[in-house]
Structures are given as structure tokens and as C-alpha cells.
């Protein structure tokens, strides 16, 4: 079956590293998703692609990047990772522009 | 960017229907009505969707009145397994990407 995988479910770094978070899914889906939780909040996007070569901001994007280099992938980049970033990220896709988006299980990230 | 309001928190009791109430008052011509269900330690899982009147799908059914500016999930039959946030989403083809989940709704299924 398609599906969607996140990598690393954990990880703990500290303050200054690069971090970076892969996702990964089998569906083909242009569209292609990074979102934050944090205890207690619902979801913030920090960053989008429609496809290939394509990214934007979203809500929360300052001190991270991404990039689309093929369909299957959008890596999420702490360029410097700071405390403010601990939170569990979650990457989600889709095909149709009607938001039925399909979320991975989520990366939890400590930054101490 | 279509905000929505849910109530924090609900509770219920095994077999009972419940109802959840979602108000979007800025919604958009264009807009869909999608709701999520969220577990512990999970994404957020896809439940239904829809544009106006009744959406009925295995798990739930979707309220929507004529004037769109709010919505109901309609769980039946709920068991503990159904203890979980649900989000309501306003957003549509040309702004999906701007979907706020907001905080969601805690249902809470006792025994």
C-alpha cells in the first residue's frame, strides 16, 4: 500500500545544529506539507510544495527550509536549531487541491 | 483565512450519538468543510467532507445549512475508541494551503 513515512520519529539535538527531517511518500501526490504541534495547539504549516522545484511559507516558516527536488520527498531543514523548535512535526500530502491531506506519524524534535 | 470555533471539549458515553458543532462564519464561496480526527502520538486521519446540505460516509455525517456559515460532525454510536481531537477545517481549491486547525475538539468517550 501507499503510504507516508517520516524519519527520525525521535531526535534530540542542541542549540545551533542543523537538523533535518525527511518525508517520504508512495501516493505521487504533487502537493506535499510540513506542519508543527506543540502541547496542547492544533497544527501551524510551516512550509508547502506543489511540486517539483516549487516551495513556499506557511504560517510559522522562519528558521526553516525545504526543498523539492523530486515528488516522493520534502525534507524539512533547521537551519539552526533553537528551543523554540521543540515539537512534534508532522508531514502530510495530497493529490486533490480539496484538502483531504494524508499525514505521516510524526517526528518528535528536542532541541536542548 | 477562514477560522473556524469548536467547543474545547466534549464528553460522551459509549453508544451514544455526538455531535460536534463547527462555526465558520467567513467561509468562502469556494470552500470545502473537511473534518480530522487526531489520536495520541498520531497525524491527523481524514473523516469526511463536504460542500453544503447532508454528507454521510461508513464512520460519520456531515451537517452543513444553507448558509455554510457553520457545520455539525455526527459521530453514532460512538465507543471508546473514538476518544480523540477533532479539527474542522474551512479551505478549498485555490487556499487549501492556508487550512487552520486551530485547537480542535477533545471528545472524551467514558464507559
Known amino acids: 500500500d501507499a503510504e507516508i513515512t517520516q524519519s527520525p520519529r525521535h531526535k534530540i539535538t542542541e542549540t545551533g545544529r542543523q537538523v533535518t527531517l525527511a518525508c517520504h511518500q508512495t501516493w505521487n501526490h504533487n502537493n506535499m506539507f510540513w506542519y508543527r504541534q506543540d502541547l496542547g495547539h492544533g497544527l501551524r504549516l510551516i512550509h508547502y510544495s506543489y511540486g517539483v522545484h516549487d516551495t513556499n511559507k506557511g504560517e510559522v516558516s522562519d528558521g526553516y527550509s525545504v526543498s523539492r527536488s523530486n515528488t516522493e520527498d520534502l525534507p524539512l531543514t533547521l537551519e539552526s536549531a533553537a528551543s523554540s523548535q521543540t515539537s512534534v512535526y508532522f508531514c502530510?500530502?495530497?493529490?486533490?487541491?480539496?484538502?483531504?491531506?494524508?499525514f505521516g506519524e510524526g517526528s518528535r524534535l528536542t532541541v536542548l | 483565512l477562514a477560522k473556524t470555533t469548536q467547543p474545547i471539549s466534549m464528553d460522551s458515553y459509549e453508544g451514544q450519538e455526538v455531535n460536534i458543532t463547527c462555526s465558520h462564519n467567513?467561509?468562502?464561496?469556494?470552500?470545502?468543510i473537511t473534518w480530522y480526527q487526531q489520536f495520541p502520538s498520531q497525524g491527523p486521519r481524514f473523516i469526511i467532507q463536504?460542500?453544503?446540505t447532508k454528507v454521510t460516509n461508513e464512520v460519520a455525517s456531515l451537517f452543513i445549512p444553507a448558509d455554510r456559515k457553520s457545520s455539525t460532525l455526527s459521530l453514532p454510536r460512538v465507543s471508546l475508541s473514538d476518544t480523540a481531537v477533532y479539527y474542522c477545517l474551512v479551505g478549498g481549491e485555490y487556499n487549501f494551503n492556508k487550512f487552520y486547525f486551530g485547537s480542535g475538539t477533545k471528545l472524551n468517550v467514558k464507559p
Open positions: 502530510a500530502s495530497s493529490e486533490k487541491n480539496t484538502g483531504e491531506l494524508f
Open positions: 467567513n467561509i468562502a464561496t469556494n470552500d470545502y
Open positions: 463536504g460542500y453544503k
